[in-house]
Nanobody
């Protein structure tokens, strides 16, 4: 009943930029924290960045100064602007969100399907 749809991944050269988007749709009463995770082959999934409903942000040390997370509450969308990309940023990027589907629901964690980001010359 709730779906997160990601877009914006692709192939980019080192030093380049990409902007990822993730839009939530379906039964949504409230959205709380939204975030981005990534997983490279053979590695653990790790938090990249998250943003609260009050727009407080947090970033992994490896992306600080290069990535910016933002959200548009009117569109139920979270973004990840990625600049100065490095080969080690190559991974599948997943968005997630804390969502209360209805006023009488508890809060659930939802995940997007993932989008591939490849940084290579």
């Amino acid at each position: 009943q709730v779906q997160l749809v990601e877009s914006g991944g692709g192939l980019v050269q080192p030093g380049g930029s990409l902007r990822l988007s993730c839009a939530a749709s379906g039964s949504i009463f409230s959205i709380y924290t939204m975030g981005w995770y990534r997983q490279a082959p053979g590695k653990q999934r790790e938090l990249v960045a998250h943003i609260t409903s009050h727009t407080t942000t947090n970033y992994a040390d490896s992306v600080k100064g290069r990535f910016t997370i933002s959200r548009d509450n009117a569109k139920n969308t979270v973004y990840l602007q990625m600049n100065s990309l490095k080969p080690e940023d190559t991974a599948v990027y997943y968005c997630n969100a804390e969502i209360r589907p209805t006023p009488v629901s508890t809060i659930y964690i939802y995940w997007g399907q993932g989008t591939q980001v490849t940084v290579s010359s």
